[in-house]
Nanobody, 114 residues
Framework: QLVESGGGLVQPGGSLRLSCAVSGATFRLYDMGWYRQALGKQREWVAKITTSHITTYADSVKGRFTISRDNAKNTVSLQMNSLQFEDTAVYYC??????????WGQGTQVTVSS
């Protein structure tokens, strides 16, 4: 089970930190990712952190967002800085591992508005 938290309303240029708590799985064996889906658009990949803590980012968020994981707490976080109107979306946490299906959270809404 994946449960996201930390979404909300923020002004342009502001920051938010999203968290995803994982239960029922061996967290450290899964690559973790964040995706987002804006209203009327397809879900898009935002960031990924592997089991070896290697991180990758979509070009649209590179330099503004930071993904991290805490294997002791079974959590993955997404620090979002310099938020822009275009970052408004529902953000989803995903756990993936070769040989297993992908697991998704229910999503948390992030709204960037003045």
């Amino acid at each position: 089970q994946l449960v996201e938290s930390g979404g909300g309303l923020v002004q342009p240029g502001g920051s938010l930190r999203l968290s995803c708590a994982v239960s029922g799985a061996t967290f450290r064996l899964y690559d973790m990712g964040w995706y987002r889906q804006a209203l009327g658009k397809q879900r898009e990949w935002v960031a990924k952190i592997t089991t070896s803590h290697i991180t990758t980012y979509a070009d649209s968020v590179k330099g503004r967002f930071t993904i991290s994981r805490d294997n002791a707490k079974n959590t993955v976080s997404l620090q979002m800085n310099s938020l822009q109107f275009e970052d408004t979306a529902v953000y989803y946490c995903e756990a993936s591992r070769i040989g297993d299906r992908d697991y998704w959270g229910q999503g948390t809404q992030v709204t960037v508005s003045s």
